[in-house]
Antibody
Framework: EVQLVQSGTEVKKPGESLRISCQGS????????IAWVRQMPGKGLEWMGI????????RYSPSFQGQVTISADKSITTAYLQWSSLKASDTAMYYC??????????????WGQGTLVTVSS | SSELTQDPAVSVTLGQTVRITCQGD??????ASWYQQRPGQAPVLVIY???YRPSGIPDRFSGSTSGNATSLTLTGAQAEDEADYYC???????????FGGGTKLTVL
């Protein structure tokens, strides 16, 4: 079955940089968009952006444009979410998900287990 | 604020039927998908489009759309259905996507 495995929990200080990962397996990684979704403590899901690993084309939510960088390395079937300078407000659970399109319907059919990022001085 | 609006909380008596609704102008143009998130777990896709259910999702979950609203209906709610439910669709530009604010379902 399709699997997305995310990197482990991170505890960082404000101002530090961070890259978390999401490795896909058991499907053709380069042919499906990968989405990143934020969930702040006790809050709802927020769509951050997507990447197409086949050509690394990206789309960012206006709310996250310039705040994070989404990238992918199709040779190792891995997508990344990166911060250059973390803030306390980046504390959240981050999920990656495989994005499929069925009859022009966008759906996130497989999800990673989540990566908890805590930013605290 | 999200372009998709959901009631924050809904309750249902065990075995009864409940409808969870998501509203937004973009739903006149784009279908939505629905996700269930149990506490401490990753979301799971339960319904997408008019009324498509992924493999493994019980048939007590169904979907419908009318005008600017899409609904997830649970027929015969079970204790394990207690969770947060989120709708998801494209935004007004069509190039980005958004989630609704989520609905907390309590099964009494």
């Amino acid at each position: 079955e399709v699997q997305l495995v995310q990197s482990g929990t991170e505890v960082k200080k404000p101002g530090e940089s961070l890259r978390i990962s999401c490795q896909g397996s058991k499907y053709t990684f380069s042919k499906y968009w990968i989405a990143w979704v934020r969930q702040m403590p006790g809050k709802g899901l927020e769509w951050m952006g997507i990447i197409y690993p086949g050509d690394s084309k990206t789309r960012y939510s206006p709310s996250f444009q310039g705040q994070v960088t989404i990238s992918a390395d199709k040779s190792i079937t891995t997508a990344y979410l990166q911060w250059s300078s973390l803030k306390a407000s980046d504390t959240a659970m981050y999920y990656c998900a495989r994005r499929s399109v069925h009859d022009d319907i966008s759906l996130l059919d497989y999800w990673g287990q989540g990566t908890l990022v805590t930013v605290s001085s | 604020s999200s372009e998709l609006t959901q009631d924050p909380a809904v309750s249902v008596t065990l075995g009864q039927t409940v409808r969870i609704t998501c509203q937004g102008d973009t739903l006149r143009r784009f279908y939505a998908s629905w996700y269930q998130q149990r506490p401490g777990q990753a979301p799971v896709l339960v319904i997408y489009g008019k009324n498509y259910r992924p493999s493994g999702i019980p048939d007590r979950f169904s979907g419908s759309t009318s005008g600017n609203a899409t609904s997830l209906t649970l027929t015969g709610a079970q204790a394990e259905d207690e969770a947060d439910y989120y709708c998801h669709s494209r935004d007004s530009s069509g190039n980005h996507e958004v989630f609704g604010g989520g609905t907390k379902l309590t099964v009494l």
